[in-house]
């Protein structure tokens, strides 16, 4: 048998006509930049994640930076987010002249601590940029508590975390905004880079839609300094085709990680990521299924060589330690989980067979080992 990570061309092929149609439809009316297509999305995305207001970018990482510049953060501040994350957020909070400042994670799931939050804040502090890493949100509520304490903005970054939900309120309700990825292997992904962010609050809203389009307003005058962070009215439109079989894809990830948690969990030397039963607040939606394996390097190669594609995050490392970027912090946990951490294969083409196929020889990579 033969697993792969990504399947990306089955993707394309499983609603090729529509694709070709939608192509077909929007290249022949010409509507490329800021069309009707794009704020229709806008609106479905709104709608889908009940929030106010959905503005398409051209990434994820794009998304962050006007986040961060619609909140004002400046030169000297300093911004608090988990080393547990994708270099993007990092660089985000470094472009726009701030510093970022690692916290550490818990190890129950893997998340950005609130107690470690609460020991980094400084008088610079100016925002808590949460990551819901693998499509688990973070602990808002207690989140949203310690920045109220101490008048920090929260910037979300929920590139991986589309339709998850905590206490019954997707990405995007705690925060000031929330940024998402639709990079091809994410949940809901298009044909190359895309992303959004969204706010429930009508002037970070305004700003937002200024900072995407060179500051530019409704009327086409400039307000402010921005950049061009739109998302192709193309991409938009694919996009609005896929939303709608975003719940059902959602669904199909969710069955998966039920299969992996009842086959893996009397596995002693693996950590799973707490199931529902653990936390009920939390509705995960699984963009990854990362495990924390004792042996972790060899039961990779074992898989591999068993047809099973796996993949460590991040090239096995947490932000802090990218050498280059000569970055500084104290952060135990995390450095605890990269040692041990790797995706077991999650996409909506898995089959049932599959799934079982792979506990069977992960079972059997820890008899020997
Ligand atoms: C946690 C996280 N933040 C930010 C990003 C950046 O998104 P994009 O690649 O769309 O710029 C990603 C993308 O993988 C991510 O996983």
Not at 73 to 83: F, H, K, Q, T
């Amino acid at each position: 048998m033969k697993i792969n990570f990504f399947e990306y061309k089955k993707l394309y092929n499983e609603y090729k006509k529509d694709f070709q149609r939608i192509f077909d439809d929007v290249c022949s009316r010409g509507a490329f930049i800021l069309q009707e297509d794009l704020q229709d999305f806008e609106n479905s995305l709104s709608k889908f994640l009940n929030i106010k207001y959905a503005i398409g970018t051209n990434d994820g990482t794009n998304a962050l930076i006007i986040g961060l510049l619609a909140n004002d953060i400046n030169y000297g501040d300093e911004v608090i987010l988990p080393s547990h994350t994708y270099i993007a957020t990092a660089a985000a909070i470094k472009l726009v002249g701030a510093k970022p400042v690692f916290a550490d994670i818990n190890l129950k799931d893997n998340l950005v601590s609130v107690e470690s939050i609460k020991k980094k804040i400084t008088k610079k502090t100016k925002a808590i940029m949460p990551v819901h890493v693998n499509g688990r949100i973070c602990d808002m509520k207690k989140i949203k508590a310690v920045a109220s304490a101490h008048k920090l903005k929260i910037i979300e970054d929920g590139a991986q975390s589309i339709g998850a939900k905590f206490e019954d309120k997707f990405t995007g309700y705690y925060g000031d905004c929330a940024t998402i990825s639709f990079y091809p292997a994410k949940i809901l992904g298009c044909f190359g880079d895309g992303g959004a962010i969204l706010t429930n609050n009508k002037s970070i809203y305004t700003k937002l839609y200024q900072l995407r389009d060179h500051g530019r307003d409704t009327k086409g005058d400039i307000k402010l300094w921005g950049t061009n962070a739109r998302l192709d009215n193309l991409q938009a439109a694919f996009l609005n085709f896929k939303l709608k079989n975003l719940k059902k894809d959602i669904n199909k990830r969710r069955r998966i990680a039920h299969i992996y948690d009842n086959e893996l969990n009397s596995i002693t030397n693996l950590k799973l990521i707490p199931g529902p039963k653990f936390k009920k607040q939390n509705y995960d939606v699984y963009q990854n299924y990362e495990i924390c394996a004792e042996n972790r390097d060899k039961l990779k190669n074992y898989l591999e060589r068993e047809g099973i594609r796996t993949l460590i995050q991040w090239n096995g490392k947490a932000v802090h330690q990218i050498k280059s970027l000569k970055l500084k912090a104290d952060v135990p946990n995390t450095v605890h989980f990269f040692k041990r951490c790797i995706m077991l294969p999650i996409h909506t083409f898995l089959k049932e067979k599959e799934v079982m196929y792979i506990c069977k020889k992960i079972k059997k990579f820890y008899e020997i080992h």
